[in-house]
């Protein structure tokens, strides 16, 4: 029987590294791709700050208006759209059979929230943990050692 060949999508806001193998531990390259979003600083989205009006007529006060969405959470849709389109594209090309995602509690909420129909009937296991702190060198053993944990 065929050994299903699994991807682990490891990802926060910003930055998903998505690992095709994890080869044991005395193997020197595990072959993977990086998708990077969006990493606007504070000041940045306080740039984009909302323009501010006349609250009334009568007073001649303004009033900041409020922005209709959070700018940091429509950047982590839009990240997660192209982490979506990526896999995607490789599904169809059968790439992979199976994700397992580790992410952090924001994005593992959002992706529930987001995630294709295709692309949710291939996951095998979902971790809440951000492993993205770790050393590019480190993450297949740190991912190694959360798969063991959890």
């Avoid at 072959?31 to 740039?47: L, Q, T, Y």
């Avoid at 303004?62 to 982590?76: G, K, N, Q």
């Avoid at 291939?122 to 740190?142: G, K, M, Q």
Wanted: glycine share 6%; charged share 25%; aromatic share 6%.
């Amino acid at each position: 029987m065929k050994q299903p060949k699994l991807w682990y999508v490891v990802l926060n806001g910003h930055e998903a590294r998505i690992m095709h193998d994890l080869l044991d531990s005395s193997h020197p390259v595990h072959a993977e791709s990086v998708v990077h979003g969006p990493e606007r600083s504070a000041e940045d989205i306080w740039r984009d700050r909302p323009t501010r009006s006349f609250a009334s007529a009568r007073t001649g006060r303004r009033s900041a208006v409020a922005p209709s969405t959070d700018a940091r959470l429509e950047d982590s849709r839009g990240f997660l759209r192209q982490v979506f389109e990526h896999l995607e594209h490789n599904r169809q090309a059968g790439a992979f059979d199976g994700l397992v995602l580790v992410g952090s509690p924001h994005m593992v909420g959002l992706w529930r929230e987001m995630v294709p129909k295709s692309l949710e009937a291939c996951l095998r296991r979902e971790i809440v943990r951000n492993l993205l702190s770790t050393p590019p060198a480190h993450l297949a053993d740190a991912l190694r050692d959360t798969l063991k944990l959890d």
